[in-house]
């Protein structure tokens, strides 16, 4: 069993719909971070949580540490958003674990 | 500009050879890390390093090396040993301490033949 369950594992959305990634975890956290895999095979990091909720843009992230739970949301997506979002927890060891990715794409 | 550098983006070897991977950052980060994706997988860790001089093992260590001579250069040696070498390999370095994200390379695709 992978320590970190990303869902959907594949996402098509027409231009200008609400997204949502969810993703959960089994081990203990001391944060959990979004990023954001171009199709060039380049990664970036989206966000950082510990607690609570985080807004950037038309990205907002969140996290429920006491479910283990975390969230994120895409607000009026755009083609350009098309890309694969993971989910990354680092444990209090400081070792990191990754979900296997979202692949979302966002038709025009 | 700061960033985290790796080549080259496409490297192709022969079955049998070692080849090493540069990974360079200047971003006076502590922690490096390398990592490996395979197609439906998540990254998964081969090596990592919190200081210069020392680095420990990730999951999946077999069959490759790194070294840690310099605070910018974290180098990774694909042996013979490895046995399906052929992924997109991806360098990453942090500030130490556990709140700070990670910063990754642009990646470099390696493909045996």
């Known amino acids: 069993k992978n320590e970190v369950e990303q869902s959907p594992q594949n996402l098509t959305a027409q231009e200008g719909e609400f997204i949502t990634i969810n993703c959960s975890y089994s081990?203990?956290?001391?944060?959990l971070h979004w990023l954001q895999q171009h199709p060039g095979g380049g990664i970036v990091s989206l966000f950082m949580?510990?607690?609570g909720k985080k807004k950037h843009g038309r990205l907002i992230a969140t996290i429920n540490i006491q479910e283990k739970h975390s969230s994120l949301h895409i607000t009026a997506s755009h083609p350009r958003d098309s890309a694969v979002y993971i989910c990354?927890?680092?444990?209090?060891?400081?070792?990191?674990?990754f979900g296997t990715g979202t692949s979302l794409t966002v038709i025009p | 500009d700061g960033g985290i550098t790796q080549s080259p983006k496409y490297l192709f070897r022969k079955e049998g050879q070692n080849v090493t991977l540069s990974c360079e950052q200047n971003?006076?980060?502590?922690?490096m890390y390398w990592y490996r994706q395979d197609p439906g997988q998540g990254l998964r860790l081969i090596y990592y390093?919190?200081?210069?001089?020392?680095?420990q093992k990730g999951d999946i260590a077999e069959g490759y090396s790194v070294s840690r001579e310099k605070k910018e250069s974290f180098p990774l040696t694909v042996t013979s040993a490895q046995k399906n070498p052929t992924a997109f390999y991806l360098c990453?370095?942090?500030?130490?301490?556990?709140?700070?994200?990670?910063?990754f390379g642009p990646g470099t695709r390696l493909t045996v033949l």
């Open positions: 990453a370095s942090s500030l130490s301490g556990p709140y700070n994200e990670q910063f």
């Open positions: 081990v203990g956290i001391s944060a």
């Open positions: 949580l510990s607690s």
């Open positions: 990354a927890v680092r444990n209090t060891g400081n070792q990191f674990y």
């Open positions: 971003l006076n980060h502590d922690a």
């Open positions: 390093s919190q200081i210069v001089n020392d680095f």
